[in-house]
């Protein structure tokens, strides 16, 4: 069953809820927090805990302290996180699920759009 519709309804619940507001104001921590809101969804993810530990490659308190604190993601996490969404977009692709892929796929890209700017800070 193909659950892309998800997202926009997902999309808008989250532009409208009050929660949104008390978001992080680092972009690159919407952006892994905005994943982490996905991948619950899709039910590929459990709680922070399982999100730092297997999406984000780091401690499984990491995204927890990162929000907390305002901390940026580092360029390991990010890039943990860009591999790890690039497997699930080839295997939605595989089983047919091409709406979810295309979402994964807009992840992606913003993703990119975070280490190649953090990157490019180092130079």
């Not at 922070?48 to 996490?77: F, Q, T």
């Amino acid at each position: 069953m193909d659950m892309s519709f998800l997202f926009d309804d997902e999309e808008k619940q989250i532009e409208n809820d009050n929660s949104f507001l008390n978001m992080p104001s680092s972009n690159e921590l919407r952006y892994i927090t905005k994943v982490k809101q996905y991948l619950m969804i899709l039910g590929l993810c459990k709680n922070n805990c399982d999100y730092s530990i297997n999406w984000l490659g780091k401690a499984k308190h990491y995204y927890g302290m990162s929000v907390c604190e305002n901390r940026m993601p580092s360029i390991s996490c990010l890039i943990h996180l860009f591999g790890k969404l690039a497997d699930e977009k080839e295997r939605y692709e595989e089983i047919g699920k091409k709406g979810i892929a295309i979402k994964i796929d807009k992840l992606l890209d913003e993703a990119r759009q975070h280490l190649f700017k953090k990157i490019t800070k180092r130079l």
